[in-house]
């Protein structure tokens, strides 16, 4: 490490202690602007990294409900509005047990790169709560979303903050959190992305992320002359996320051999063909049960539990070309990315935030494979929340192919933008130093022109 790295990260630790994930996702970025800031002292005088680093406010309230027994229940709701230089605070909101601070900071501050690179007008934030919705009834859940916005709406609005889902939410809570918003402001307006298609939501939002991730790795692939027809690929996860990835990579020709969730994986080798995934749609987003039943109903599956004795995940295991993590960070670590070279893997676009630990992007990155960071391969999420949040301001909707082609082209102009970046600050073909340095320069310039604030 650096100097330079290793005076900023100090600084951050100290500031910041017990927030592991919040300093890894710095330290990514520190490191990948060294050659930045020696080139341009003027952010440097402006402390523009330590003001990056820096959330402009975080919220953190107490959110009390009552469950389907008539006990109190208490658990804790956020929301970081990290950076607000480009555009209003947007990212999504995270429901998981495993909900900190610190988790929020780092994600949040990873949405500010990646809203940057999208090439629309928006700051980053993140929230959420350890609230766990597994095993909750809709009328908990329900609840629960109106306790959490009891306090939230009052930070929100379509120019200031902008909520979206991401683990554990999805159309449900969007649906039962916006309509809590609406009677709190007694006002209808783009306050959330991810609406229902029927009250403002935009047409392949649920796509999007999914979508976005598959369309990096296309780009990647067609820099070496390659598409992805024909190519096997691995998906982890089985969410929002994995469920649409495999319905583009089907589309393009692709199969997809694996899904997940947090007890293990399955993995077909026939492929999780278009019937299948139905079947997994229906399983994960109507039933909510796990993705083991899979075998039960397709015979030719086999299903393999997380071993917690185990110091790597059998998933990335499988032989294939391509990887899409798109799941939750940290799923891959060193051991799995050393499995996944073995396997023949030499795609991985991130349908995940920060899914592979600093040594795995290294190996990544050494053995010079197509590596795809979710900063720039998941941003086409939140892309299409931008493209809501325009039509909602335009009172109109587009058509399904106008949103598609628009994310074709952000992500396009996405993979051109990190390209383009590596190569000018002395690393070609590395995306994450590309996908860092691209989405810092936009933020930091505004910064610069906005003045000490
Ligand atoms: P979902 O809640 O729809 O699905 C999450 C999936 O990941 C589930 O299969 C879940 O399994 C699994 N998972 C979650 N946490 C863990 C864990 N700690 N260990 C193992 N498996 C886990 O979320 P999304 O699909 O929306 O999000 C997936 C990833 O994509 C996240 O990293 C998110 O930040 C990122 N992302 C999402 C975007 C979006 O638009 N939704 C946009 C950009 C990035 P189980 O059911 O067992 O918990
Ligand atoms: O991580 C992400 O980019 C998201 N969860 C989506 C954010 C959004 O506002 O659509």
């Given amino acids: 490490m650096s100097d330079f790295v290793s005076s900023i990260m100090a600084w951050v630790k100290a500031k910041n202690p017990a927030e592991p994930e919040f300093h890894q996702a710095v ?15 003027e952010y440097r005088t402006a402390r523009i990294l330590e003001r990056i680093i820096e959330p402009e406010r975080v919220i953190m309230f107490r959110v009390p409900w009552v469950d389907d027994q008539g006990e109190i229940q208490v658990n804790r709701g956020f929301r970081v509005e990290m950076n607000s230089a480009i555009g209003p605070y947007k990212g999504g909101l995270r429901f998981h047990p495993s909900v900190t601070l610190g988790t929020l900071k780092f994600l949040a501050y990873e949405q500010v790169f990646k809203n940057s690179l999208t090439t629309l007008p928006m700051g980053g934030g993140k929230g959420g709560s350890d609230f766990d919705p597994k095993g909750k009834s809709d009328n908990e859940v329900m609840r629960f979303c109106q306790a959490f916005m009891n306090e939230l709406f009052r930070h929100l609005g379509p120019n200031t903050d902008v909520p979206a889902g ?29 609406k229902g298609i029927n009250w403002g939501g935009s047409l392949i939002r649920p796509e999007a992320t999914g979508y976005g991730a598959v369309y990096f790795a296309a780009e990647m692939l067609a820099g070496r002359g390659e ?7 691995l998906v982890s996860g089985s969410g929002n996320v994995a469920q649409f990835t495999v319905e583009k990579v089907n589309i393009l020709g692709g199969k997809c051999v694996t899904l997940s969730d947090s007890s293990g994986h399955i993995y077909d080798p026939e492929g999780i063909d278009e019937k299948k995934l139905a079947w997994v749609m229906e399983l994960k987003n109507v039933r909510r049960g796990r993705i083991q039943e899979y075998t039960e109903q397709w015979g030719n599956a086999t299903y393999t539990a997380v071993d917690p004795r185990l110091d790597s995940n059998q998933l990335w295991t499988h032989k294939a070309d391509c990887a899409f993590p798109s799941a939750t960070q940290n799923e891959i670590n060193g051991k799995d990315a050393q499995n996944l070279l073995k396997g023949g893997v030499y795609v991985v676009s991130e349908g995940a935030n920060m899914p ?43 058509t399904r192919e106008e949103v598609d082609s628009r994310l074709q082209l952000i992500i396009q102009s996405i993979h051109q933008v990190c390209k383009d970046a590596a190569e000018r600050f002395g690393s070609p073909g590395n995306y994450v130093n590309g996908a860092n340095i691209a989405g810092f320069l936009k933020v930091a310039d505004a910064m610069m022109d906005q003045g000490v604030v």
């Fill in 356 to 398: 592979t630990v600093p040594e795995g992007v290294k190996r990544f990155l050494d053995a010079g494979i197509l590596y795809g960071p979710g900063k720039a391969a998941n941003a086409g999420g939140v892309a299409v929340s931008g493209l809501e949040m325009s039509q909602n301001s335009l009172r109109m909707s587009w």
């Fill in 227 to 233: 598409s992805l027809e024909g190519k096997t690929c």
């Fill in 166 to 194: 991401d683990i554990g939410v999805g159309g449900r809570e969007i649906g039962f959190l916006f309509g809590q918003y609406k009677k709190l402001m007694n006002e209808f307006t783009g306050a959330f992305t991810g």
């Fill in 27 to 41: 330290e990514e970025v520190v490191e990948s602007l060294e050659l930045v800031i020696e080139r341009h002292p």
